[in-house]
Structures are given as C-alpha cells and as structure tokens.
C-alpha cells in the first residue's frame, strides 16, 4: 500500500509559480511511476506530467517549457515546479503512482487556483 498526501496549493495570480510536492509513504519501494494529474470543474482528469522510477520525466503538450516533475528519493516526495501559471491551470491536482503488480494509489488532491 502507497500513501500519497500533496500540498502546495493555493491562489495565486497570472503569471505566478506554486511548487506542489507529494509526500510518499508505504510500500514505496515498489513505486514504478509517479505522475500528477489535474481535473478542472465540469472537466476530465488529465495527466500533467509523469516520472519513472529512474527519473525520465514526460509532460503534457499544455505544461512543456513551464512545469518540472521532479523526484527526491531522500524525503520520498515528488514535486511539481508550476511556473508562468495561466489562468487555464487552475484545476485540483492530484498525486498518482503505480507499483510494480500496477495497483494504482491517489492523494487527495489539492486545488490550485490562478487569478486572472
């Protein structure tokens, strides 16, 4: 079992940058992606970014040049650096890894919200 709890959050305007981490815990030894997605009101989940177990990061179209996934295997956390934020970002992010027999765990996400 992998715990997954964000934080980060938070109101911030045009243009702005949040850093959004998510803290592992559990059978994280196990983890073989980790990812965070995002579902704006009235809109489907869609998948912001995602790393692997050896670090490769892969982006959506909408994020490339402007947010990084990144791993610290020390703290056991996975951050997303959200820079020149729009006001189309805003969206509740949630926190998604896979282990090696493809269980799938979620956080409870968190909202971001950028003011236009």
């Known amino acids: 079992q992998v715990h997954l709890v964000e934080s980060g959050g938070g109101l911030v305007q045009a243009g702005g940058s949040l850093r959004l981490s998510c803290a592992t815990s559990g059978t994280i030894f196990s983890i073989n992606i980790m990812a965070w997605y995002r579902q704006a009101p009235g809109k489907q989940r869609e998948l912001v970014a995602a790393?692997?177990?050896?670090?490769?990061?892969t982006y959506a179209d909408f994020v490339k040049g402007r947010f990084s996934i990144s791993r610290d295997k020390a703290k056991n956390t996975v951050d997303l650096q959200m820079n020149s934020l729009k006001f189309e970002d805003t969206a509740t992010y949630c926190c998604?890894?896979?282990?090696?027999?493809?269980?799938?765990?979620w956080g409870q996400g968190t909202q971001v919200t950028v003011s236009s």
């Open positions: 998604f890894s896979r282990d090696n027999s493809f269980r799938e765990f």
């Open positions: 790393i692997t177990r050896g670090g490769i990061p």
